[in-house]
Structures are given as structure tokens and as C-alpha cells.
T-cell receptor, first 112, second 114 residues
Framework: SQQGEEDPQALSIQEGENATMNCSYK?????LQWYRQNSGRGLVHLIL?????REKHSGRLRVTLDTSKKSSSLLITASRAADTASYFC????????????FGAGTRLFVKA | DVKVTQSSRYLVKRTGEKVFLECVQD?????MFWYRQDPGLGLRLIYF???????EKGDIPEGYSVSREKKERFSLILESASTNQTSMYLC?????????????FGPGTRLTVL
């Protein structure tokens, strides 16, 4: 299986609800990043959390990192229909230089 | 804002054809990447380049080659396209090789090989 795996694979919620997506990984990381992809488009960087950080906020986004469990979560509060997208975690690990490995993503659908 | 552009949004080619996918970034980034994206598999790295004329194999380089003659341009070449290369191809760039680098992506090229 992959270095970064998101859970769930797909999530459907009502507008206004919170959305939580999880990412688990296997090897030690330098940092973990979350990206968003709108349907049929490229990925856009959302937030980065370093391995020595436990929580980070950016607007309606909250990311946590638990290095002992090798897991991270992305919480989107008060979701909007425009949040409908796929969300990917990307782990950055040292491999010679630094290597970024993307997971398979969580597809979020926010119903208006 | 960083802009990464890809030469085509949609492309249809026949088996055996030579295919060129081009990517251009406008922020003087050192690193450029080519990924393919398939359902359930996420993004898989094909090749990357950290400087002009430099290239490194990613996780799935077989059947592909790349060219980086200028800093802003990174081309992906399918020497003889096959149906299993039908996929979404994403180009990305990043400033340098630091651990906190973020990648900037183009809109993608959806390639269909018939």
C-alpha cells in the first residue's frame, strides 16, 4: 500500500456541516501537506504542517498531526458547496533530497 | 501568482504515435515534475528535473522520456503511445529542493490513447 492513504475515500455532507478527512502514512516524515483538486483540474496547496507541530489553522481549515500514530486529519468547518473537491495528503520525507508522496485522495461532496 | 500551463487540456492519440506534452512555468522555479493520475492510485511521479538538462526517474518512468532544454519548460514524451498510457497527466513546479517546498500544478492534460 501507499505511503499516504486517505480515509474515507469519499464523503458526502450537507452544507454547513464539518468535514473530516484522515491520512495515515508509514515512514517518518519531515512535514505533511494537504492539497485540493477541483474536478478535472490541477492540485492547489492548502496547508503544511511540520513534523514538530501538532495542530495548524488556516481560515476554516484545521490540520492535526500525530507522529506517534503516523496520522493526520484535515477538518473543514462550516462546509460550503464550493468545498466540493478531492483532497490529498502529501508526505515529505528525506530520500537523498526531499521526496513528496501523494495519497489517493478523499472525494468530498457538499450538498447545498 | 505562479502560473503553470500545459499545452493541451484534452488529447486523443492512436497506439504507436509519438506524443509530446509540454509544460511551462513562469516563476523561475528550479524543480519541475510530471505525474500521472489514475482513479484510486493518486498521483504517481514519472520524472522530475531539478535543473536545465537534468532529469531523474520517478516511480513509473517506463515508456516515458523527458526533456528540459530551458528552465521554464519541461516536456514529457511518449515514444510510442499505448492504451495503458491513457490517463490524466499533471505537471508541477517548485522553487527549490527544500523540505517545505510546495508544488504548483498545471490544469492537467487528459490523454486518451485509442
Amino acid at each position: 500500500s501507499q505511503q499516504g492513504e486517505e480515509d474515507p475515500q469519499a464523503l458526502s455532507i450537507q452544507e454547513g456541516e464539518n468535514a473530516t478527512m484522515n491520512c495515515s502514512y508509514k515512514t517518518s516524515i519531515n512535514n505533511l501537506q494537504w492539497y485540493r483538486q477541483n474536478s478535472g483540474r490541477g492540485l492547489v496547496h492548502l496547508i503544511l504542517i511540520r513534523s514538530n507541530e501538532r495542530e495548524k489553522h488556516s481560515g476554516r481549515l484545521r490540520v492535526t498531526l500525530d507522529t506517534s500514530k503516523k496520522s493526520s486529519s484535515l477538518l473543514i468547518t462550516a462546509s460550503r458547496a464550493a468545498d466540493t473537491a478531492s483532497y490529498f495528503c502529501a508526505t515529505v520525507l528525506r530520500a537523498g533530497g526531499f521526496k513528496t508522496i501523494f495519497g489517493a485522495g478523499t472525494r468530498l461532496f457538499v450538498k447545498a | 501568482d505562479v502560473k503553470v500551463t500545459q499545452s493541451s487540456r484534452y488529447l486523443v492519440k492512436r497506439t504507436g504515435e509519438k506524443v509530446f506534452l509540454e509544460c511551462v512555468q513562469d516563476m523561475d522555479h528550479e524543480n519541475m515534475f510530471w505525474y500521472r493520475q489514475d482513479p484510486g492510485l493518486g498521483l504517481r511521479l514519472i520524472y522530475f528535473s531539478y535543473d536545465v538538462k537534468m532529469k531523474e526517474k520517478g516511480d513509473i518512468p517506463e515508456g516515458y522520456s523527458v526533456s528540459r532544454e530551458k528552465k521554464e519548460r519541461f516536456s514529457l514524451i511518449l515514444e510510442s503511445a499505448s492504451t495503458n498510457q491513457t490517463s490524466m497527466y499533471l505537471c508541477a513546479s517548485s522553487h527549490s529542493g527544500s523540505s517545505t517546498d510546495t508544488q504548483y500544478f498545471g490544469p492537467g492534460t487528459r490523454l486518451t490513447v485509442l
